[in-house]
């Protein structure tokens, strides 16, 4: 009941319409609005989030009290059961990707995935690199391939480095295919362009969190990244969660943060603990690989917001920002293949015996997560999910 997640779902031969999750079934909220029972059905009839996500704080706020009143134990007989003749089961219902992406953008802002990553690739020198922990890293991504959990992810081809030192790259599938645990957030509320958004203003722009797999070719990262940033080895794909919950669902899941040294800039500072203590799970045909805490990112939600809007670039509805990779300290706290298997020197072994060094065709990868509920529970940040298809040749 505290959850209240939003999503997209259609029916055979009925059009997407907005929902939300109830346990076992997906509640019609454009039915709900026919009926009466809830106010404005031009947010919820179309196949998409963002008319309501534009809508604001006080829309939001509003309709997460009305959905709590109707679905209440303590509601009206009759209330109950005309709110109960738009549930649909779940297993009726196709679930689509939830809003329509406007920009996205990656962060990197687990100090335990920076330093592991430093570590490998620049052995003897600095794991972090100076800015790290001035400011939260980050590039933009492709909005076009942010595609709904369940998409077949095709095993992209590119260019590999060479194999020594002089010679020639070669070009072919990826070897070295990886997937990423990440939490995303996406904005409702557009913001004005040239104008930055402080930390406080979080909640008003920000309608609420996905879970997000940014999938990563690493042999063609390592060779198309110099001297800039990742490219074709990002930009084929990323999945995200169907259902987006609520950031109002997330209060009793914030913490505060990793101590940050040096102190943040003015306008990277929070006046509130913006950590969210989720328990993240990472599962390779369906067997956990590792348990990534996200209590443990340096950077928080805010802060990246604030930082990606510093310097005049507005929001606009549907812009997604993901988290990076959440690792923690200990191995099994990695959130990527690349880290488990130390760049492929260490096998991953799971609890079948299978082994791993990176992805191999016909593998799923899932992601999936709890958060503190405000009644001593949990809730379900729900999960996002990708299979490897073999690659297709140009």
């Given at each position: 009941m505290e959850n209240l997640p939003y999503g997209v779902f259609s029916r055979p031969g009925e059009l997407p319409r907005v929902g939300v999750a109830i346990g076992a079934y997906v509640l019609d909220l454009a039915g709900l609005a026919s009926a009466g029972l809830i106010d404005d059905r031009r947010w919820f009839a179309s196949g998409s989030l963002n008319a309501f996500m534009v809508a604001g704080r006080a829309a939001w706020d509003a309709c997460r009290a009305r959905l709590t009143v109707l679905l209440a134990d303590g509601a009206d007989a009759e209330l109950r059961?005309?709110?109960?003749?738009?549930?649909?089961?779940?297993?009726?219902?196709?679930?689509?990707?939830?809003?329509?992406?406007?920009?996205?953008?990656?962060?990197?802002?687990?100090?335990?995935?920076?330093?592991?990553?430093?570590?490998?690739?620049?052995?003897?020198?600095?794991?972090?690199?100076?800015?790290?922990?001035?400011?939260?890293?980050?590039?933009?991504?492709?909005?076009?391939?942010?595609?709904?959990?369940?998409?077949?992810?095709?095993?992209?081809?590119?260019?590999?480095?060479?194999?020594?030192?002089?010679?020639?790259?070669?070009?072919?599938?990826?070897?070295?295919?990886?997937?990423?645990?990440?939490?995303?957030?996406?904005?409702?509320?557009?913001?004005?362009?040239?104008?930055?958004?402080?930390t406080g203003a979080f909640r008003?722009?920000?309608?609420?969190?996905?879970?997000?797999?940014?999938?990563?070719?690493?042999?063609?990262?390592?060779?198309?990244?110099?001297?800039?940033?990742?490219?074709?080895?990002?930009?084929?794909?990323?999945?995200?969660?169907?259902?987006?919950?609520?950031?109002?669902?997330?209060?009793?899941?914030?913490?505060?943060?990793?101590r940050q040294d040096p102190e943040p800039m003015p306008y990277l500072r929070c006046d509130e603990p913006w950590g969210l203590d989720l328990t993240l799970e990472l599962l390779i045909n369906g067997q956990v690989a590792s348990r990534p805490p996200f209590a443990s990112m340096y950077w928080t939600s805010p802060q990246q917001l604030a930082h990606a809007t510093v310097n005049g670039a507005p929001l606009r509805t549907g812009d997604l920002f993901a988290s990076g990779t959440v690792s923690?300290?200990?191995?099994?706290?990695?959130?990527?293949?690349?880290?488990?298997?130390?760049?492929?020197?260490?096998?991953?072994?799971?609890?079948?015996?299978?082994?791993?060094?990176?992805?191999?065709?016909?593998?799923?990868?899932?992601?999936?997560?709890?958060a503190p509920g405000t009644a001593g529970g949990t809730i379900s940040l729900g999960e996002v999910t990708g299979t490897i298809h073999p690659a297709q040749h140009p």
């Open positions: 059961e005309r709110t109960r003749a738009h549930l649909v089961p779940l297993g009726e219902a196709e679930l689509l990707r939830p809003f329509e992406v406007a920009d996205y953008v990656d962060f990197y802002s687990s100090e335990h995935h920076a330093t592991n990553v430093g570590r490998m690739f620049r052995p003897g020198g600095q794991a972090l690199q100076p800015n790290w922990k001035r400011l939260p890293v980050a590039y933009h991504g492709r909005a076009g391939t942010v595609y709904p959990s369940g998409t077949p992810i095709v095993r992209p081809c590119g260019q590999r480095r060479p194999s020594e030192p002089g010679g020639e790259p070669t070009f072919g599938p990826s070897l070295r295919l990886d997937g990423e645990v990440e939490v995303g957030f996406v904005a409702g509320v557009p913001s004005a362009p040239g104008r930055g958004v402080p008003d722009h920000v309608f609420g969190f996905v879970l997000v797999n940014d999938w990563s070719a690493r042999d063609l990262q390592t060779w198309e990244a110099q001297p800039l940033g990742p490219f074709l080895a990002k930009s084929f794909a990323t999945s995200i969660s169907p259902w987006v919950v609520p950031v109002a669902a997330l209060e009793a899941a914030r913490t505060a943060p990793p923690g300290p200990e191995r099994g706290q990695r959130g990527c293949l690349l880290e488990l298997s130390w760049n492929g020197e260490e096998p991953v072994v799971l609890p079948d015996g299978a082994k791993r060094l990176f992805l191999e065709d016909g593998d799923t990868v899932t992601i999936r997560a709890t």
